[in-house]
């Protein structure tokens, strides 16, 4: 079955605690992204990776960091430095970044 | 700054009572629009591609329209299982990626 799988589910992070959250995707797409999502706001989008070993910042980077160091996977750490990080987070991939965009079932942070 | 908004913010319908929900944008150069569905809790679904005015969708009971200014995805008859937030997004090129700008979303219930 080809999709995109997100873990864990729930989180719970101490503050000054960096968690990582992981994003997996046997779809072979190129592109992937990390969203976060607050109630009563839009998804917002963190970073994003066009190929492997390449990525950018979103538009709400500050406090957050990634890495693509293979094609399947684009794990989110999550650091000390994001003033407000409980939030519902969203990975989604795609085939290039101007084609449709799948989403992982999401990963809810908690911080204590 | 671009701008998607959605219409209403929560619809409450009975079954079987037909209705419409807006997405409006004000991205210039626009290269397509995006409908998806989110259960709570869960990551968006995928519905919609839309890309040029005057375009159409239909996916069961679920049909897409799309002029210069704004969307509308009519439900026609809906069921208790048609309850979901319905998310809208648009592409904006940056002159590398195209990333995408979502709307807050229009929270439905539909009531037996």
């Known amino acids: 079955d080809g999709g995109i799988t997100q873990s864990p589910k729930y989180l719970f992070r101490k503050e000054g605690q960096n968690v990582t959250l992981s994003c997996e995707q046997n779809l072979n797409h190129d592109a992937m992204y990390w969203y976060r999502q607050d109630p009563g706001q839009g998804l917002r989008l963190i970073y994003y990776s066009q190929i492997v070993n390449d990525f950018q910042k979103g538009d709400i980077a500050e406090g957050y960091s990634v890495s693509r160091e293979k094609k399947e996977s684009f794990p989110l750490t999550v650091t000390s430095a994001q003033k407000n990080p409980t939030a519902f987070y969203l990975c989604?991939?795609?085939?290039?970044?101007?084609?449709?965009?799948?989403f992982g079932p999401g990963t809810r942070l908690t911080v204590l | 700054e671009d701008q998607v908004t959605q219409s209403p913010e929560a619809l409450r319908l009975q079954e079987g009572e037909s209705s419409s929900l807006n997405c409006s944008y004000t991205v210039s150069g626009l290269r397509g629009l995006f409908w998806y569905r989110q259960d709570p809790g869960k990551g968006p679904e995928f519905l919609f591609t839309l890309y040029s005015a005057g375009e159409e969708k239909e996916k069961e009971r679920l049909k897409a329209t799309l002029t210069k200014k704004e969307s509308f995805l009519h439900i026609t008859a809906p069921k208790p299982e048609d309850s979901a937030t319905y998310l809208c997004a648009v592409p904006k090129w940056t002159g590398t990626a195209s990333k995408l700008t979502f709307g807050t979303g229009t929270r439905l219930q539909v009531t037996l």
């Open positions: 989604a991939s795609s085939i290039g970044t101007a084609d449709t965009q799948y």
